[in-house]
């Protein structure tokens, strides 16, 4: 039996995306990720004027006349939310801490897809695959897919993104869209996230917090690692200190999404003190435009 704060939760997050979805994103989705596919339809006779690249040889061997293959656009997608829950998912200094964003993104695509009869899949991780729902279509799933991205108490608290790459890879036959939902605090996932987006669609969605990046001048501060545990004490009013974990912040990003760019991966950058809205308006749009 599911308490009725969870389901309050859901239909409540079910009711701000699914808005956003009928308002904000209809048509968007499906222009930018339907028709990227075609699959084999049927054969027919060669009439003149078909492009003799797609005659039938084997057909057309047989029947002693030319036969072409006709594909259709592939209308179906399968789209697969990956989303990392390791410690680090735990921190916010606005609103929200980052795993609320990332339920919340997932969500959004989640009922994107739905309203366009595509499958929708889960696979949560941390240093290891937590769970692993697989596609399907309809409501009732992908409620299922956001009470688990809203309320799943992980086991592991590290992030390893190549180990779930790696089961990634064998749970997924057909071509799949899948959206990379993390904070990327990992290294040495890079060569496999490569091989993998030549077979699927792989898209990275970076949830960042701003006092990663900018450190407020209050004093002493102690801190906790939430994957290790590690505690440190600095002093913030160091302007030189805050000053070096800007630049250290500012490389890291710069550095993953030049890697991202090399691999020919969409990525788009979502901090928890802003809307997520217009970060994916304008990823939409961009990809649009090169679909066209």
């Not at 030319?66 to 789209?79: G, H």
């Not at 697969?80 to 200094?93: H, I, P, T």
């Not at 009732?140 to 890879?169: F, Q, S």
Request: aromatic content about 10%; charged content about 35%.
């Amino acid at each position: 039996m599911i308490p009725k704060e969870i389901l309050k939760k859901v239909r409540q997050i079910e009711i701000r995306t699914g808005r956003l979805v009928n308002d904000v994103f209809a048509g968007k989705y499906e222009s930018v990720f339907k028709g990227r596919g075609m699959e084999f339809h049927e054969v027919r006779e060669y009439v003149p004027g078909d492009d003799i690249r797609s005659i039938d040889w084997n057909v057309t061997a047989r029947t002693g006349h030319p036969y072409v293959k006709k594909f259709v656009e592939e209308r179906e997608l399968t789209i697969l939310l990956m989303a990392d829950m390791s410690g680090s998912g735990y921190f916010g200094s606005a609103q929200k801490m980052k795993r609320d964003v990332m339920a919340e993104i997932g969500a959004l695509l989640a009922f994107s897809a739905i309203k366009n009869n595509d499958k929708v899949g889960l696979l949560l991780f941390t240093d290891k695959v937590e769970k692993f729902i697989a596609p399907k279509k309809g409501r009732p799933h992908v409620l299922r897919v956001i009470r688990e991205l809203l309320y799943y108490k992980a086991k592991g608290k590290k992030t390893d993104i190549n180990t779930a790459l790696e089961y990634l890879g064998k749970v997924l036959k057909k071509k799949t869209v899948v959206f990379l939902i993390s904070d990327f605090i990992d290294s040495g996932y890079e060569k496999l996230l490569r091989i993998l987006n030549k077979r699927h669609d792989i898209i990275g969605i970076s949830i960042s917090d701003p006092r990663e990046t900018h450190l407020p001048s209050i004093g002493l501060l102690e801190f906790e690692d939430a994957e290790t545990g590690e505690r440190l004490c600095l002093d913030s009013s160091d302007g030189f200190l805050r000053n070096e974990l800007k630049k250290r912040r500012v490389s890291f990003i710069e550095n993953r999404n030049k890697a991202f760019k090399s691999m020919n991966i969409d990525s788009v950058d979502i901090s928890t003190d802003r809307s997520y809205i217009k970060p994916l308006i304008l990823f939409f749009r961009a990809r649009a435009k090169r679909f066209r």
